[in-house]
Protein backbone atom coordinates (compact mmCIF):
# COMPACT_ATOMS: atom_id res chain seq x y z
CA UNK A 1 0.00 0.00 0.00
CA UNK A 2 1.23 3.26 -0.55
CA UNK A 3 -1.04 5.76 1.64
CA UNK A 4 0.34 7.71 4.43
CA UNK A 5 2.28 5.66 7.25
CA UNK A 6 0.87 6.53 10.61
CA UNK A 7 2.36 4.32 12.67
CA UNK A 8 0.56 0.88 12.77
CA UNK A 9 -0.39 0.11 16.51
CA UNK A 10 0.26 -3.84 17.15
CA UNK A 11 0.33 -4.10 20.50
CA UNK A 12 -0.86 -2.17 24.16
CA UNK A 13 2.20 -0.03 24.21
CA UNK A 14 1.98 1.17 20.37
CA UNK A 15 -1.67 1.56 20.79
CA UNK A 16 -1.12 3.76 23.82
CA UNK A 17 1.05 6.14 22.16
CA UNK A 18 -1.22 6.04 18.78
CA UNK A 19 -4.16 8.40 18.40
CA UNK A 20 -7.26 7.88 16.67
CA UNK A 21 -6.87 10.18 13.69
CA UNK A 22 -3.94 7.59 12.65
CA UNK A 23 -6.39 4.87 12.91
CA UNK A 24 -8.59 6.50 10.59
CA UNK A 25 -6.11 7.08 8.27
CA UNK A 26 -4.85 3.58 8.24
CA UNK A 27 -8.46 2.07 7.95
CA UNK A 28 -9.53 5.16 5.35
CA UNK A 29 -6.42 4.31 2.70
CA UNK A 30 -6.95 0.31 3.13
CA UNK A 31 -10.70 1.10 2.20
CA UNK A 32 -9.69 3.58 -0.52
CA UNK A 33 -6.80 1.25 -1.77
CA UNK A 34 -9.17 -2.05 -1.77
CA UNK A 35 -7.19 -3.74 1.02
CA UNK A 36 -10.78 -3.25 2.73
CA UNK A 37 -13.02 -4.26 -0.25
CA UNK A 38 -16.73 -2.82 -0.65
CA UNK A 39 -19.13 -4.72 1.30
CA UNK A 40 -16.70 -5.94 3.67
CA UNK A 41 -17.77 -5.33 7.53
CA UNK A 42 -16.25 -4.29 9.99
CA UNK A 43 -16.76 -4.77 13.57
CA UNK A 44 -15.07 -2.92 16.42
CA UNK A 45 -13.57 -5.88 17.63
CA UNK A 46 -11.78 -7.01 14.48
CA UNK A 47 -10.49 -3.34 14.46
CA UNK A 48 -9.44 -3.77 18.34
CA UNK A 49 -7.55 -7.14 17.01
CA UNK A 50 -5.97 -5.95 14.02
CA UNK A 51 -4.36 -2.81 15.30
CA UNK A 52 -4.20 -3.50 18.82
CA UNK A 53 -6.36 -0.11 20.09
CA UNK A 54 -8.61 0.37 22.91
CA UNK A 55 -12.54 -0.01 22.10
CA UNK A 56 -12.82 3.85 22.35
CA UNK A 57 -10.39 4.38 19.93
CA UNK A 58 -12.01 1.33 17.16
CA UNK A 59 -15.07 2.77 17.87
CA UNK A 60 -14.75 6.50 17.51
CA UNK A 61 -12.81 5.88 14.12
CA UNK A 62 -15.39 3.53 12.66
CA UNK A 63 -17.82 6.68 13.47
CA UNK A 64 -15.43 8.89 11.65
CA UNK A 65 -15.24 6.97 8.31
CA UNK A 66 -19.28 6.82 9.17
CA UNK A 67 -19.31 10.67 8.56
CA UNK A 68 -17.26 10.72 5.47
CA UNK A 69 -19.28 7.79 3.73
CA UNK A 70 -16.22 5.22 3.46
CA UNK A 71 -18.95 2.76 5.78
CA UNK A 72 -21.69 2.28 6.80
CA UNK A 73 -22.33 2.23 10.99
CA UNK A 74 -25.12 0.25 11.69
CA UNK A 75 -25.87 -1.01 15.70
CA UNK A 76 -25.92 -4.59 16.03
CA UNK A 77 -23.92 -5.16 12.35
CA UNK A 78 -21.19 -3.13 12.71
CA UNK A 79 -19.69 -0.88 9.98
CA UNK A 80 -19.94 -1.98 6.20
CA UNK A 81 -17.05 -0.25 3.72
CA UNK A 82 -19.61 1.83 1.04
CA UNK A 83 -19.13 2.14 -2.86
CA UNK A 84 -16.99 5.06 -4.07
CA UNK A 85 -20.04 6.91 -4.84
CA UNK A 86 -21.66 7.01 -1.15
CA UNK A 87 -17.85 8.24 -0.08
CA UNK A 88 -17.81 12.33 0.77
CA UNK A 89 -15.59 12.91 -1.95
CA UNK A 90 -15.14 16.43 -0.96
CA UNK A 91 -14.01 15.52 2.71
CA UNK A 92 -10.12 16.77 3.09
CA UNK A 93 -9.15 13.43 3.86
CA UNK A 94 -10.63 11.19 1.57
CA UNK A 95 -9.12 13.50 -1.54
CA UNK A 96 -5.96 12.83 0.40
CA UNK A 97 -5.81 9.48 0.66
CA UNK A 98 -7.06 8.96 -2.98
CA UNK A 99 -4.02 10.97 -4.21
CA UNK A 100 -2.27 8.81 -2.13
CA UNK A 101 -3.84 5.79 -3.54
CA UNK A 102 -4.49 6.84 -7.41
CA UNK A 103 -2.82 10.30 -7.81
CA UNK A 104 -3.38 10.25 -11.75
CA UNK A 105 -7.44 9.43 -11.12
CA UNK A 106 -7.71 11.94 -8.59
CA UNK A 107 -5.94 15.00 -10.31
CA UNK A 108 -8.08 14.17 -13.57
CA UNK A 109 -11.25 14.56 -11.43
CA UNK A 110 -9.94 17.56 -9.43
CA UNK A 111 -8.47 19.15 -12.63
CA UNK A 112 -11.89 19.03 -13.94
CA UNK A 113 -13.61 20.71 -10.96
CA UNK A 114 -11.73 23.06 -11.33
CA UNK A 115 -11.65 24.07 -14.83
CA UNK A 116 -15.88 23.60 -14.60
CA UNK A 117 -15.73 26.06 -11.29
CA UNK A 118 -12.57 28.09 -11.40
CA UNK A 119 -13.59 30.52 -15.59
CA UNK A 120 -17.32 30.88 -13.89
CA UNK A 121 -15.48 32.34 -10.49
CA UNK A 122 -13.45 34.90 -12.52
CA UNK A 123 -16.20 35.93 -14.31
CA UNK A 124 -18.37 36.64 -11.31
CA UNK A 125 -15.44 38.35 -9.32
CA UNK A 126 -15.20 40.51 -12.41
CA UNK A 127 -18.93 41.35 -12.36
CA UNK A 128 -18.08 41.94 -8.43
CA UNK A 129 -15.17 44.03 -8.71
CA UNK A 130 -14.70 43.77 -5.02
CA UNK A 131 -11.41 46.43 -4.18
CA UNK A 132 -10.31 44.01 -1.81
CA UNK A 133 -10.34 41.18 -3.85
CA UNK A 134 -8.94 42.80 -6.54
CA UNK A 135 -5.98 44.80 -4.31
CA UNK A 136 -5.14 40.86 -2.99
CA UNK A 137 -5.45 39.10 -6.33
CA UNK A 138 -3.09 41.58 -8.15
CA UNK A 139 -0.80 41.40 -5.10
CA UNK A 140 -0.78 37.75 -5.09
CA UNK A 141 0.03 37.83 -9.05
CA UNK A 142 2.80 39.90 -8.78
CA UNK A 143 4.67 38.24 -5.97
CA UNK A 144 3.95 34.50 -7.70
CA UNK A 145 5.64 36.08 -10.92
CA UNK A 146 8.38 37.52 -8.76
CA UNK A 147 9.12 34.34 -6.87
CA UNK A 148 8.94 32.70 -9.91
CA UNK A 149 12.35 34.48 -11.01
CA UNK A 150 14.67 34.02 -8.22
CA UNK A 151 17.76 32.62 -8.91
CA UNK A 152 17.26 29.71 -6.00
CA UNK A 153 14.23 28.58 -7.32
CA UNK A 154 15.26 25.61 -8.57
CA UNK A 155 18.01 24.67 -6.33
CA UNK A 156 17.63 21.74 -4.36
CA UNK A 157 18.12 22.68 -0.27
CA UNK A 158 18.40 26.83 -0.85
CA UNK A 159 15.35 27.03 -2.80
CA UNK A 160 13.03 25.07 -0.73
CA UNK A 161 11.67 28.21 1.68
CA UNK A 162 11.24 29.93 -1.98
CA UNK A 163 9.46 26.98 -3.40
CA UNK A 164 7.09 26.56 -0.03
CA UNK A 165 6.71 30.60 -0.47
CA UNK A 166 5.47 30.13 -4.01
CA UNK A 167 3.38 26.89 -3.00
CA UNK A 168 1.42 29.45 -0.36
CA UNK A 169 0.92 32.50 -2.72
CA UNK A 170 -0.62 30.09 -5.52
CA UNK A 171 -3.16 28.75 -3.20
CA UNK A 172 -3.95 32.66 -1.82
CA UNK A 173 -4.26 33.76 -5.37
CA UNK A 174 -6.96 30.59 -6.54
CA UNK A 175 -8.83 30.87 -3.25
CA UNK A 176 -8.91 35.08 -3.55
CA UNK A 177 -10.32 34.34 -6.91
CA UNK A 178 -13.10 31.65 -5.56
CA UNK A 179 -13.90 34.01 -2.89
CA UNK A 180 -14.14 36.91 -5.24
CA UNK A 181 -17.14 34.79 -6.82
CA UNK A 182 -19.95 35.38 -3.91
CA UNK A 183 -20.95 32.13 -4.66
CA UNK A 184 -20.36 30.64 -1.27
CA UNK A 185 -20.69 26.88 -2.49
CA UNK A 186 -17.17 27.96 -5.18
CA UNK A 187 -15.78 29.27 -1.83
CA UNK A 188 -16.51 26.12 0.44
CA UNK A 189 -14.53 23.78 -2.83
CA UNK A 190 -11.76 26.00 -2.50
CA UNK A 191 -10.25 23.48 -0.24
CA UNK A 192 -9.94 20.66 -2.88
CA UNK A 193 -8.90 23.21 -5.33
CA UNK A 194 -6.06 24.14 -3.03
CA UNK A 195 -4.95 20.38 -2.82
CA UNK A 196 -4.86 19.79 -6.14
CA UNK A 197 -2.70 22.88 -6.55
CA UNK A 198 -0.35 21.41 -3.61
CA UNK A 199 -0.56 18.36 -4.70
CA UNK A 200 1.07 18.88 -8.19
CA UNK A 201 3.50 21.07 -6.87
CA UNK A 202 4.62 18.59 -4.10
CA UNK A 203 4.77 15.63 -6.33
CA UNK A 204 6.95 17.16 -8.48
CA UNK A 205 9.09 18.97 -6.18
CA UNK A 206 9.77 15.90 -3.77
CA UNK A 207 13.48 15.67 -4.96
CA UNK A 208 14.10 18.91 -3.27
CA UNK A 209 12.85 17.37 0.19
CA UNK A 210 16.44 15.31 -0.30
CA UNK A 211 20.25 15.78 -1.35
CA UNK A 212 19.28 14.61 -4.84
CA UNK A 213 19.48 17.95 -7.26
CA UNK A 214 15.53 19.22 -8.65
CA UNK A 215 15.36 18.08 -12.26
CA UNK A 216 12.03 18.31 -14.49
CA UNK A 217 9.35 15.43 -14.84
CA UNK A 218 8.49 14.60 -18.00
CA UNK A 219 4.69 15.11 -18.67
CA UNK A 220 1.68 12.43 -18.04
CA UNK A 221 1.37 10.92 -21.80
CA UNK A 222 -1.27 11.85 -23.39
CA UNK A 223 -3.18 14.71 -24.96
CA UNK A 224 -4.99 16.51 -22.31
CA UNK A 225 -3.09 14.72 -19.05
CA UNK A 226 -2.30 16.89 -16.59
CA UNK A 227 1.23 17.21 -16.80
CA UNK A 228 4.04 17.06 -14.43
CA UNK A 229 5.23 20.13 -12.54
CA UNK A 230 8.62 21.97 -13.93
CA UNK A 231 11.38 22.78 -11.92
CA UNK A 232 10.62 26.14 -11.89
CA UNK A 233 7.59 28.27 -13.03
CA UNK A 234 7.69 28.76 -17.10
CA UNK A 235 6.73 32.32 -17.69
CA UNK A 236 3.47 31.72 -19.76
CA UNK A 237 1.41 30.68 -16.95
CA UNK A 238 2.79 33.60 -14.44
CA UNK A 239 1.92 36.06 -17.49
CA UNK A 240 -1.67 34.32 -17.53
CA UNK A 241 -1.86 34.87 -13.88
CA UNK A 242 -1.43 38.51 -14.14
CA UNK A 243 -3.80 39.13 -16.77
CA UNK A 244 -6.36 37.31 -14.92
CA UNK A 245 -6.07 39.48 -11.94
CA UNK A 246 -5.60 42.29 -13.95
CA UNK A 247 -9.09 41.50 -15.49
CA UNK A 248 -10.89 41.00 -12.77
CA UNK A 249 -9.39 44.61 -11.56
CA UNK A 250 -10.94 46.03 -15.00
CA UNK A 251 -14.39 44.25 -14.39
CA UNK A 252 -13.90 42.35 -17.55
CA UNK A 253 -15.68 39.27 -16.84
CA UNK A 254 -15.22 37.91 -20.67
CA UNK A 255 -11.25 38.47 -20.40
CA UNK A 256 -11.22 37.25 -17.16
CA UNK A 257 -12.85 34.01 -17.89
CA UNK A 258 -10.74 33.24 -21.10
CA UNK A 259 -7.46 34.40 -18.92
CA UNK A 260 -8.37 31.22 -16.34
CA UNK A 261 -9.78 28.81 -18.58
CA UNK A 262 -6.23 29.68 -20.36
CA UNK A 263 -4.44 29.29 -16.85
CA UNK A 264 -5.93 25.81 -16.25
CA UNK A 265 -5.12 24.83 -20.41
CA UNK A 266 -1.18 25.12 -19.49
CA UNK A 267 -1.46 22.35 -16.89
CA UNK A 268 -2.84 19.89 -19.87
CA UNK A 269 -0.65 18.83 -22.29
CA UNK A 270 -1.63 20.22 -25.66
CA UNK A 271 -4.88 22.01 -24.24
CA UNK A 272 -3.22 25.49 -24.89
CA UNK A 273 -2.83 24.98 -28.26
CA UNK A 274 -6.27 24.11 -28.93
CA UNK A 275 -7.98 26.87 -31.45
CA UNK A 276 -11.03 27.48 -29.46
CA UNK A 277 -8.68 28.50 -26.31
CA UNK A 278 -6.77 30.93 -28.03
CA UNK A 279 -9.76 31.94 -29.72
CA UNK A 280 -11.51 33.18 -26.35
CA UNK A 281 -8.03 34.35 -24.80
CA UNK A 282 -7.77 36.24 -28.13
CA UNK A 283 -11.29 38.08 -27.64
CA UNK A 284 -10.77 38.99 -24.04
CA UNK A 285 -7.27 40.86 -24.47
CA UNK A 286 -8.92 42.60 -27.30
CA UNK A 287 -10.96 44.46 -24.22
CA UNK A 288 -7.92 44.24 -21.88
CA UNK A 289 -6.28 47.68 -21.25
CA UNK A 290 -2.46 46.78 -20.28
CA UNK A 291 -1.86 50.30 -19.43
CA UNK A 292 -3.38 49.31 -16.33
CA UNK A 293 -0.30 46.94 -15.63
CA UNK A 294 2.11 48.21 -13.70
CA UNK A 295 4.91 50.21 -16.11
CA UNK A 296 7.63 47.20 -15.46
CA UNK A 297 5.09 44.23 -16.96
CA UNK A 298 3.29 45.55 -20.10
CA UNK A 299 6.35 45.04 -22.67
CA UNK A 300 6.76 41.10 -21.41
CA UNK A 301 2.94 40.34 -20.97
CA UNK A 302 2.77 42.06 -24.48
CA UNK A 303 5.14 39.92 -26.13
CA UNK A 304 3.95 36.83 -24.57
CA UNK A 305 0.29 37.43 -24.84
CA UNK A 306 1.05 37.90 -28.58
CA UNK A 307 2.77 35.10 -29.13
CA UNK A 308 0.63 32.97 -27.16
CA UNK A 309 -2.20 34.03 -29.29
CA UNK A 310 -1.10 34.09 -32.62
CA UNK A 311 -3.47 32.06 -34.35
CA UNK A 312 -1.75 31.40 -37.96
CA UNK A 313 -1.22 27.88 -38.57
CA UNK A 314 1.49 26.56 -40.06
CA UNK A 315 0.96 23.72 -42.59
CA UNK A 316 1.80 19.95 -41.63
CA UNK A 317 3.13 17.74 -43.59
CA UNK A 318 2.95 13.61 -41.87
CA UNK A 319 5.55 12.04 -43.53
CA UNK A 320 6.85 8.54 -43.51
CA UNK A 321 6.86 5.06 -45.51
CA UNK A 322 4.02 3.25 -46.02
CA UNK A 323 2.38 1.89 -43.04
CA UNK A 324 3.66 3.66 -40.50
CA UNK A 325 0.22 5.58 -39.71
CA UNK A 326 -0.10 8.84 -41.32
CA UNK A 327 -3.25 8.98 -42.28
CA UNK A 328 -4.35 7.87 -38.69
CA UNK A 329 -2.06 10.43 -37.03
CA UNK A 330 -2.95 13.13 -39.45
CA UNK A 331 -6.62 12.78 -38.92
CA UNK A 332 -6.23 13.14 -35.36
CA UNK A 333 -3.97 15.81 -35.98
CA UNK A 334 -6.38 17.78 -38.16
CA UNK A 335 -9.46 17.02 -35.56
CA UNK A 336 -7.41 18.55 -32.45
CA UNK A 337 -6.29 21.39 -34.27
CA UNK A 338 -9.30 21.69 -36.00
CA UNK A 339 -7.94 22.63 -39.27
CA UNK A 340 -9.12 20.47 -42.81
CA UNK A 341 -7.34 17.50 -43.53
CA UNK A 342 -5.88 15.71 -47.10
CA UNK A 343 -5.35 12.47 -47.95
CA UNK A 344 -1.90 12.88 -49.75
CA UNK A 345 -2.27 10.00 -51.97
CA UNK A 346 -5.56 11.01 -53.82
CA UNK A 347 -3.49 13.51 -55.24
CA UNK A 348 -1.56 10.70 -57.57
CA UNK A 349 -2.40 10.40 -61.09
CA UNK A 350 -4.00 7.30 -61.86
CA UNK A 351 -1.37 5.91 -63.38
CA UNK A 352 0.73 5.99 -60.92
CA UNK A 353 -1.86 4.20 -58.79
CA UNK A 354 -1.87 1.24 -61.57
CA UNK A 355 1.69 0.98 -61.36
CA UNK A 356 1.81 0.99 -57.46
CA UNK A 357 -1.67 -1.62 -57.74
CA UNK A 358 0.76 -3.85 -59.86
CA UNK A 359 3.76 -4.11 -57.92
CA UNK A 360 6.24 -1.34 -59.59
CA UNK A 361 7.32 1.38 -56.97
CA UNK A 362 7.81 5.07 -58.36
CA UNK A 363 10.96 6.91 -59.06
CA UNK A 364 11.07 10.79 -58.81
CA UNK A 365 10.15 11.29 -62.23
CA UNK A 366 6.39 9.22 -62.08
CA UNK A 367 6.36 11.28 -58.48
CA UNK A 368 6.35 14.55 -60.00
CA UNK A 369 3.01 15.00 -60.92
CA UNK A 370 2.00 13.93 -57.37
CA UNK A 371 4.54 15.89 -55.89
CA UNK A 372 3.39 19.44 -57.75
CA UNK A 373 -0.04 18.59 -56.85
CA UNK A 374 0.57 18.50 -53.44
CA UNK A 375 3.10 21.46 -53.32
CA UNK A 376 -0.53 23.11 -55.00
CA UNK A 377 -2.76 22.15 -51.83
CA UNK A 378 0.03 23.39 -49.33
CA UNK A 379 0.36 26.88 -51.36
CA UNK A 380 -3.83 27.13 -51.63
CA UNK A 381 -4.31 26.68 -47.25
CA UNK A 382 -4.78 29.60 -45.86
CA UNK A 383 -2.39 30.48 -42.59
CA UNK A 384 -6.14 30.98 -41.03
CA UNK A 385 -7.37 28.02 -42.01
CA UNK A 386 -4.03 25.47 -42.02
CA UNK A 387 -4.01 22.22 -43.04
CA UNK A 388 -3.00 18.63 -42.43
CA UNK A 389 -2.14 16.48 -45.32
CA UNK A 390 -0.29 13.47 -46.00
CA UNK A 391 2.62 12.69 -47.79
CA UNK A 392 5.41 9.90 -47.80
CA UNK A 393 8.18 12.78 -48.60
CA UNK A 394 10.54 10.18 -48.45
CA UNK A 395 13.53 12.46 -49.85
CA UNK A 396 14.78 15.71 -48.83
CA UNK A 397 14.58 16.63 -52.61
CA UNK A 398 10.82 16.21 -52.67
CA UNK A 399 10.22 17.86 -49.72
CA UNK A 400 12.03 21.03 -51.18
CA UNK A 401 9.47 20.36 -53.64
CA UNK A 402 6.81 20.90 -50.86
CA UNK A 403 8.93 24.04 -49.19
CA UNK A 404 9.38 25.77 -52.70
CA UNK A 405 5.30 26.18 -52.27
CA UNK A 406 5.19 27.17 -48.82
CA UNK A 407 8.53 27.60 -47.06
CA UNK A 408 6.89 27.57 -43.95
CA UNK A 409 5.60 24.19 -43.97
CA UNK A 410 6.57 21.84 -41.03
CA UNK A 411 7.12 18.14 -41.52
CA UNK A 412 6.32 15.27 -39.15
CA UNK A 413 8.25 11.79 -39.43
CA UNK A 414 6.54 9.41 -38.12
CA UNK A 415 9.04 5.89 -38.22
CA UNK A 416 8.88 2.54 -37.84
CA UNK A 417 10.70 -0.59 -38.35
CA UNK A 418 10.17 -2.29 -41.32
CA UNK A 419 8.95 -5.56 -40.59
CA UNK A 420 6.14 -3.28 -38.54
CA UNK A 421 5.08 -1.40 -41.79
CA UNK A 422 5.35 -4.43 -43.78
CA UNK A 423 2.57 -6.36 -41.16
CA UNK A 424 0.73 -3.54 -41.15
CA UNK A 425 0.69 -2.99 -45.03
CA UNK A 426 -0.32 -6.26 -45.24
CA UNK A 427 -3.51 -6.15 -43.20
CA UNK A 428 -4.69 -3.60 -45.22
CA UNK A 429 -7.21 -4.53 -47.89
CA UNK A 430 -8.89 -1.31 -48.62
CA UNK A 431 -5.02 0.36 -49.83
CA UNK A 432 -3.63 0.31 -53.36
CA UNK A 433 0.16 -0.09 -51.84
CA UNK A 434 1.50 -3.87 -51.43
CA UNK A 435 3.40 -4.79 -49.06
CA UNK A 436 6.10 -6.01 -51.73
CA UNK A 437 6.86 -2.28 -52.04
CA UNK A 438 7.08 -1.49 -48.59
CA UNK A 439 10.92 -2.38 -48.64
CA UNK A 440 11.47 0.00 -51.82
CA UNK A 441 10.28 3.09 -49.77
CA UNK A 442 12.78 1.86 -46.99
CA UNK A 443 15.74 2.25 -49.39
CA UNK A 444 13.85 5.80 -50.57
CA UNK A 445 13.74 6.82 -47.22
CA UNK A 446 15.84 10.30 -46.25
CA UNK A 447 15.25 11.22 -42.76
CA UNK A 448 14.70 15.03 -41.87
CA UNK A 449 17.87 16.72 -41.29
CA UNK A 450 18.53 19.21 -38.63
CA UNK A 451 18.06 22.21 -41.03
CA UNK A 452 14.49 21.03 -41.75
CA UNK A 453 11.71 22.26 -40.63
CA UNK A 454 9.74 20.13 -38.73
CA UNK A 455 10.16 16.49 -36.04
CA UNK A 456 10.39 13.04 -35.48
CA UNK A 457 8.03 11.08 -33.88
CA UNK A 458 8.19 7.43 -32.66
CA UNK A 459 5.01 6.08 -34.81
CA UNK A 460 4.41 2.90 -32.04
CA UNK A 461 3.22 5.44 -29.89
CA UNK A 462 -0.76 5.77 -28.99
CA UNK A 463 -2.32 8.29 -31.28
CA UNK A 464 -3.26 10.50 -28.21
CA UNK A 465 0.43 10.88 -27.59
CA UNK A 466 1.46 11.37 -30.98
CA UNK A 467 -1.20 14.09 -31.54
CA UNK A 468 0.26 15.59 -28.22
CA UNK A 469 3.53 15.43 -29.07
CA UNK A 470 3.03 17.46 -32.26
CA UNK A 471 1.52 20.20 -31.02
CA UNK A 472 4.55 21.21 -28.24
CA UNK A 473 6.49 20.80 -31.21
CA UNK A 474 4.15 23.38 -33.08
CA UNK A 475 3.93 25.75 -30.12
CA UNK A 476 7.60 25.69 -30.23
CA UNK A 477 8.49 25.74 -33.24
CA UNK A 478 10.90 28.13 -35.27
CA UNK A 479 9.48 29.51 -38.56
CA UNK A 480 12.35 29.90 -41.11
CA UNK A 481 10.43 32.72 -43.22
CA UNK A 482 9.39 34.79 -39.66
CA UNK A 483 11.45 37.92 -41.36
CA UNK A 484 8.75 37.75 -44.13
CA UNK A 485 6.21 38.22 -41.78
CA UNK A 486 5.08 41.72 -40.49
CA UNK A 487 4.71 42.93 -37.40
CA UNK A 488 2.36 41.29 -34.95
CA UNK A 489 -0.82 43.08 -34.72
CA UNK A 490 -0.42 45.21 -30.92
CA UNK A 491 -2.80 43.89 -27.92
CA UNK A 492 -5.14 46.54 -27.23
CA UNK A 493 -3.78 49.81 -25.12
CA UNK A 494 -7.23 51.42 -25.46
Known sequence: MTGPEPDHPTGTEDASRGSTAKL??????????GGKPRGRHLTVEAVMQEFGTTRPMAREALQTLHHKGLVDLQPRIGATVQPLERWDLLDPDVITWRLEVAPDSQMRSLTELREVIEPRAARLAALSRSAQICHDLTSHARTLFAISQDPAFALPREGAP????????????HRTLLAGSRNELFLRLSHPVVMALNHRIDRDWAGAHHEAAVLPVPAIAGAGAVQSYPTRPEPVPMWLHLGLAYAVDQGLATAAEAFAEAVLAEIRSGRLEDPSVRERLRAGLDQFNISSLPTTYRDGFQDAMSELVDTAHVPVVVMGVCGCGKSTVGKHLARSLRVPFEEGDLFHPRRNVESMESGKPLDDRTRGPWLSAVARRLEAAGSEDGLV?????LRRIYREVLRAARPDTFFVHLTVDQDTAVTRVSGRQWHFMPASLVSSQFA???????????????????????VAEIQTGLAGRSRPDERTKGPAAPLSGR
Open 24 to 33: VAWLGCQIVD
Open 389 to 393: ITCSA
Open 444 to 466: DLEPLEEDENGMTVDANAPVERI
Open 162 to 173: VRQHFRDVDAAF
